[in-house]
């Protein structure tokens, strides 16, 4: 018997968001709660108090099981969680925990490989056997998807496209290393450089979307003066479009992708970035290689949701021998 719904969960830095999904990608009832911050037990258990929430209207037998996306490096072998920068759940097991609790089964991947999944199945890459997905936003993630599946490597590591290096010695990056794409293109990195701008230049529109005070800047405010056409905000965001735009040289002379899905927070607001990460890709890309389309993510918020749920029916259906 095909189950007709499965449960996405989407965990962030800031919240939790859960839906019941049909097979077709239609979200049938989604609940969200704020991240905890008293540790990982109490984000295990309001994982799970929201997926009793949304799966409530559903007999447990009409459940194909739970997906979980997680922002962390994850063993998809041995469904651990390895290493996890913004939430303390290095190291807890939490799909036996979930499991356990929910008697349904549950399958974990980083967020990353999620949303790649979820614009597969359901949005930007529908039909596209080989493309690359890249979220930029308070961190740089994504997933590659080759012949029809994703890439995750000997131990499901793979695909950390946000920690390519693009500058030797360059800024520290969150996971620990230098010089990688997210020291320079996250939520953070564009913060630290608005900071530093609107400090230099006080007539930018920056320090104004700050409420004139230059510890206030973020990300946002930088976002906001470059809509408002603010050239120094915009030239921060261009000059993030470069570095991503070299990135994206890199992964399609190595994979020759028809596709590259740009989605997250910061991408989706700032259109031109992605369009001068395109054309720096599709001037400097060997050739024979560059007729690749560059798009926007459509999922939006439910990307995580939609490819959480997409995982647990694709592993629903590969125990049950469904193809
Ligand atoms: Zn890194």
Do not use: W
């Not at 989604?30 to 984000?43: E, I, N, Q, Y």
């Not at 979930?98 to 979820?118: E, Y």
């Not at 800024?171 to 701008?197: F, K, M, N, W």
């Amino acid at each position: 018997m095909r189950s007709s719904y499965a449960v996405g969960v989407d965990v962030g830095g800031t919240r939790i968001a859960v839906g019941l999904v049909e097979r077709k990608g239609r979200v049938v009832k989604d609940a969200k709660r704020l991240t905890p911050k008293t540790g990982p037990f109490a984000v295990v258990d309001t994982i799970i108090d929201l997926v009793e929430e949304v799966s409530s209207g559903a007999h447990q037998s009409e459940i194909a099981g739970i997906g979980i996306g997680v922002p962390a490096q994850i063993d998809f072998l041995r469904q651990s969680v390895e290493f996890c920068t913004n939430l303390p759940l290095a190291g807890v097991d939490v799909r036996s925990l979930v499991m356990s609790r929910s008697k349904l089964d549950v399958t974990i991947d980083n967020d990353g490989h999620m949303a790649a999944l979820g614009e597969s199945r359901y949005g930007a890459a529908k039909g596209a056997r080989d493309f690359l997905m890249i979220t930029v936003g308070t961190g740089v993630g994504g997933g590659i998807f080759l012949n029809g599946e994703p890439y995750r490597g000997s131990r499901g590591l793979g695909g950390e496209i946000g920690h390519v290096v693009v500058q030797l010695d360059g800024d520290p990056c969150p996971c620990g290393g230098t010089g990688h794409l997210e020291a320079y293109v996250s939520r953070p990195a564009i913060a630290a450089r608005g900071r530093q701008a609107a400090a230099q230049f006080s007539g930018s529109d920056i320090l104004a979307a700050a409420g004139g005070t230059v510890d206030a800047v973020t990300a946002e405010s930088v976002l906001l003066a470059a809509r408002s056409g603010d050239e120094v905000a915009r030239e921060i965001l261009l000059e993030c479009g470069d570095i991503l735009g070299r990135a994206l040289v890199g992964f399609v002379n190595i994979f020759n992708p028809k596709l590259i899905v740009v989605g997250g927070g910061i991408a989706e607001a700032a259109d031109f970035m992605v369009e001068r990460a395109a054309e720096v890709m599709q001037a400097e890309a060997l050739a024979g290689r560059r007729d690749v389309s560059v798009v926007h993510a459509v999922l939006g918020n439910d990307a995580g949701i939609l490819g959480a749920a997409a995982l647990a029916f694709d592993e629903y259906d590969a125990h049950q021998g469904v193809h």
